[in-house]
């Protein structure tokens, strides 16, 4: 089989870390590409909750503030596997969605054309992080590369 | 932008609320009004239904047919669908939904002495409602065209706690307020300590213990919502302490009004109780209601404890952020403002409050000396002068009468045939109370009491607008939270807010058992 172009999803969890490892190595040792899918959960639309006694200058400074906090750990995220990308001679791309993972995932495979998806696999319960899980049984249904999940490195 | 969307959802909802008015108007619901025992809405039914269809169904023709341009006409009228969209939902849950979970319930039989099913779990309109919107917003999600209006909701609960103000007298004012203000003081300062304190035990960053103690300790979510810029919070710590809060608000809502029955509280002692106990402001206005549909008594309380909280929101951002950078020295590009902090949190509403309050004490709305919506008037018309055989049985009686502020006003009574002072009226209120008279005698006091008492028509249209705004602004607030929020929920501020939660409810209920008597 012929690895031309890998997608991983990736928003620099410890799981989605061992992910991006596997698909650097299977970049650079297929000469393949490799695209960065950086999904920001839609569950932050209803961030304000029921807020209701804030004025409209401080929920709008709010929603600025996460706006800029989400910009600036995916720049971030994005940069860290630029770099390690960089570093082993990988040619890197990258993307930013809003929305859920498997369906963002889904949707930037119909968009382009890839061989390999690699995602880590789903963080171990007790471990921090955002409760917003990729609904695997909708992602193999969906998806039209081939999947590959990583162990998560504390299992 | 053109926020206005072509769609024929509120020309639909305009329908049908016109239809609702047209068969209750025509005795067409008579059935089912009869079986829901609901006629005491049948005036909101025809009344609400003829204007909101109204007013639905002619802006829903311009939604779907009329020309759209972006400007202030279009985004205006945007937001009458989405809040037609929450009235339609909030008035069902009002005119029928209650009332069929009521009959249901009622058939189950009592389960707590006399009371029933969704008496004590707090299943009116109120809850229900939240419930709605919850419901509403996380199995079908809030359509495109409704969008814009549903955050109308806000200004409809703001719009509620300004009303609100025409209700309270300055000695109750006065009182409630001494009162929340030493609970909100200790239990506000108190659990924000408690937060810091967990917090640096168990080792979170400063940015997390400053939102999570804004958050568990003043008003929830719009105090996290205010807190998180000013001690730069991370994402994670954001979505873990507004999952916590909301979970801890919902929650607390439906269990707060169970445990109030099977304690049998008061209604100030419940409103004071969910006022300092839960930490979303919205729930504590949704708890009060349940706890007593039918009166705004507990409201009135709760609510005066929400606009402390409130008020004490930007002295506590202030706190924090000088906290915050004092701790975190190593980034000085990050100053406090404090002009800037306390302008931008300061709850402009609360004036709005002050003014009604004010307005309202001049006697605008009513008498300026009315209780509750009711004012003393002896000005009375001839036949409502007691008639010789009550000043018969009075007489008869007086003797029985030891103490001399009940001897002289019930002397009062019987030379003028009438109540000549709001004093004279509190002492016989006094006797018949006592039930120091016979039957008879108490029943002549009551009358005498009855006919120098008015209910002011302009407080109790205010009580009802208040009613029904916060019937739309909660299950408006109901459209705004999500599960995938509440699911955000975890790590140390679940842990934190879990004990220091639990710590406040508790201590503030057993304060409140103590101290808060029935009576202001």
């Known amino acids: 089989m012929k690895i031309v172009k890998i997608i991983v999803a990736s928003h620099g969890t410890p799981g989605a870390k061992v992910a991006e490892a596997t698909a650097l190595n299977l970049a650079r040792e297929n000469g393949a590409s490799l695209h960065h899918l950086l999904v920001v959960p839609d569950f932050w639309k209803g961030m304000k909750g029921d807020d209701w006694l804030n004025n409209a200058v401080t929920q709008f400074r709010f929603g600025n503030y996460v706006e800029n906090q989400l910009a600036q750990e995916a720049a971030e995220e994005i940069d860290r596997l630029a770099g390690l990308a960089a570093g082993k001679s990988v040619s890197y791309s990258h993307d930013i969605q809003l929305g859920k993972p498997a369906d963002c995932l889904i949707k930037e495979c119909d968009a382009g054309v890839f061989d390999v998806a690699v995602i880590g696999s789903p963080r171990p319960r007790g471990v921090p992080g955002y409760r917003s899980r990729m609904a695997l049984e909708k992602l193999v249904r969906g998806l039209t590369a081939q999947l590959i999940i990583t162990p998560h490195p504390e299992q | ?520």
């Not at chain 2, 705004?469 to 909660?474: C, E, Q, S, W, Y």
């Not at chain 2, 459209?479 to 406040?504: C, E, H, S, W």
């Open chain 2, 1 to 520: 932008m053109i926020y206005t969307k072509k769609h024929p959802a509120l020309l639909i909802m305009g329908i049908i609320f016109l239809a609702i008015a047209f068969l209750t108007d025509t005795g067409s619901m008579n059935g089912l009004v009869g079986y829901l025992s609901v006629k005491k809405f049948v005036g909101e039914m025809v009344g609400m239904g003829y204007a909101f269809g109204a007013i639905g169904v002619i802006v829903g023709a311009w939604h779907q047919w009329g020309q759209h341009k972006e400007g202030n006409v279009d985004y205006y009228l945007s937001t009458i669908a989405g809040a037609i969209f929450i009235l339609l939902i909030a008035m069902a849950v009002r005119w029928y939904g209650a009332p069929l979970v009521a009959v249901a319930s009622k058939a189950i039989g009592p389960v707590m002495g006399a009371k029933h099913l969704h008496d004590v779990l707090g299943l009116n309109y109120v809850v229900l409602g939240i419930l709605a919107g919850i419901i509403t917003v996380n199995v079908f999600g809030i359509p495109a065209w409704a969008e814009n209006g549903v955050r109308l909701s806000r200004l409809g609960l703001k719009t509620g706690v300004i009303l609100l103000g025409t209700l309270y007298s300055l000695g109750e004012l006065a009182s409630l307020g001494r009162l929340s203000a030493v609970m909100v003081g200790i239990f506000v300062l108190g659990a924000v300590g408690m937060v810091l304190w967990l917090g640096r035990r168990r080792n979170i960053p400063n940015s997390m213990g400053g939102v999570l103690s804004a958050g568990m300790g003043v008003c929830g979510v719009s105090a996290t919502v205010a807190a998180a810029p000013v001690v730069q919070a991370k994402s994670v710590e954001i979505a873990y302490t507004i999952g916590t809060i909301l979970i801890w608000g919902v929650g607390c809502m439906f269990l707060f009004p169970v445990i109030g029955n099977i304690l049998d509280l008061g209604h100030i002692q419940f409103g004071a109780w969910a006022g300092t106990g839960i930490l979303n402001s919205a729930q504590v206005a949704g708890a009060a209601l349940a706890y007593q549909p039918d009166g705004i008594e507990t409201l009135k309380v709760a609510e005066i404890f929400n606009i402390t909280r409130v008020l004490f929101l930007p002295i506590i951002v202030l706190w924090l952020a000088v906290w915050y950078v004092r701790l975190e020295e190593t980034d000085p590009g990050h100053t406090v403002n404090v002009g800037t902090v306390i302008f931008e949190k300061f709850p402009v509403f609360v004036l709005g409050f002050i003014l009604m309050f004010a307005l309202s004490s001049t006697g605008v709305f009513a008498p300026a000396q009315h209780y509750k919506g009711k004012f003393f008037d002896n000005n009375i018309k001839a036949e409502k002068l007691l008639k010789s055989g009550q000043v018969a049985t009075l007489t008869a009686e007086a003797g029985k009468l030891k103490r001399a502020d009940r001897k002289q006003a019930v002397a009062s009574l019987i030379e003028n045939k009438k109540i000549m002072s709001i004093e004279d009226e509190t002492v016989i209120r006094g006797i018949y109370n006592a039930k120091i008279l016979s039957k008879g005698s108490n029943k002549v006091l009551k009358t005498a009491t009855k006919v120098v008492r008015h209910t002011a028509k302009m407080i109790k249209k205010f009580r009802q607008w208040i009613t029904l705004l916060f019937a739309f602004g909660l299950t408006g607030l109901g459209m705004q939270i999500t599960i995938a929020a509440m699911k955000q929920a975890g790590g140390q501020p679940l842990v934190i807010g879990g004990i220091v939660g639990t710590t406040k409810a508790v201590l503030s209920l057993l304060v409140i058992l103590l101290f808060v008597k029935e009576t202001i």
